[in-house]
């Protein structure tokens, strides 16, 4: 009988240490995986860091988009007007050319020395208005071809971040991860010494003591 007892108390030993073996070494493969995991969680903030840039960006971008709308707008407006005030000015042009033309302001007679002057002085006005509307028009073009680049890239940068949602669910996993890793090395640790214990008892017969006195 104490033979029996002292056979059933070495197999729960030997099944002790068996448990805590397969449990330390789960733990030790837990606690190895942080360096992998810490890698991976690196590159995954890396990303994230990234993204942030071309978020800031793409507001960046939708600012300039702003400011280019409200100039497009007063250009266009302004080219509006100047168009009117070259075809009134061409109107008057052609009224003075007309042989004993009167004034197209006051409609008084005019002198010849004073048709003349108004002449040059509406024909000047017309020039430098149709030169203030081309470079307006190549203005317009120049923000319509802008407007449509930054368009693009805001594009992109938006279907770049649509994978925002999936990098920041990676990256809590990561970091839940590492701590658990973390965890389990810290219970490795502690948990060794006594799978030591264990096995020195075992070795040194040191269970089911009151039998082994026994016998």
């Not at 009988?1 to 729960?12: D, T």
């Not at 810290?186 to 006594?194: C, N």
């Given at each position: 009988?104490?033979?029996?007892?002292?056979?059933?108390?070495?197999?729960?030993r030997e099944m002790e240490i068996r448990v805590l073996t397969d449990r330390l070494r789960e733990l030790e493969?837990?606690?190895t995986s942080s360096v992998s995991l810490a890698t991976e969680r690196d590159k995954v903030q890396a990303e994230l860091d990234a993204l942030a840039q071309r978020q800031s960006l793409a507001e960046q971008h939708?600012?300039?988009?702003?400011?280019?709308?409200?100039?497009?707008a007063t250009l266009s407006a302004r080219n509006a007007q100047l168009k009117s005030d070259m075809a009134a000015a061409k109107d008057k042009l052609d009224l003075l050319r007309q042989p004993g033309a009167n004034c197209p302001l006051c409609g008084q007679d005019l002198a010849e020395q004073e048709r003349t002057r108004l002449l040059h002085d509406l024909s000047q006005d017309g020039t430098e208005q149709a030169d203030s509307h081309r470079r307006t028009s190549a203005r317009l073009k120049e923000i319509e071809a802008k407007t449509r680049a930054i368009?693009?890239?805001?594009?992109?940068i938006e279907r770049d971040l649509r994978r925002l949602p999936a990098l920041q669910g990676r990256l809590a996993t990561l970091t839940q991860a590492l701590q658990d890793a973390s965890a389990a090395s810290?219970?490795?640790?502690?948990?060794?010494?006594?799978?030591t214990a264990l096995e020195l008892d075992l070795k040194q017969c040191s269970y089911a003591a009151d039998d082994q006195k026994r016998l």
């Open positions: 009988a104490i033979e029996k007892r002292i056979a059933e108390a070495r197999q729960r493969l837990q606690a939708r600012e300039t988009l702003r400011r280019l709308t409200s100039e497009s368009e693009s890239e805001v594009s992109e810290e219970r490795l640790t502690e948990q060794k010494p006594t799978l």
